[in-house]
């Protein structure tokens, strides 16, 4: 089992998240899992790590960094537990480059 993180958009009134983000409620980021390195999912947004952080905290005021179960986490704990997990983890390359368009970004996270 794992957890999935997201951006989710508050503090925002729904016509601008309409003009904004084009009706966007949440933004899934990755999925941590026991054993295994993080796997990112690109967006419009980001496609590596550096745009993610770069992207979140460019609109922090409108954006909540949350786990599936509704917590809320701060952006250092999140960039700390996947690093710690993308040095420890099993690599999902041989499982998901053949269905998916797998990458590695210049820090060494997996993308999909």
Known sequence: MGTNYYLEVVNLPVEDRLKKFINLEDIHICKISAGWKPVFEKTKYYSNFYELETFYKEHID????MDEYGECVSWNWFE??????NLIGKSHGETCSYMYNYYKDEYGFEWI
Do not use: A, D, G, N
């Open 62 to 65: 409108i954006l909540q960094l």
């Open 80 to 85: 700390e537990k996947c690093k710690e997990r």
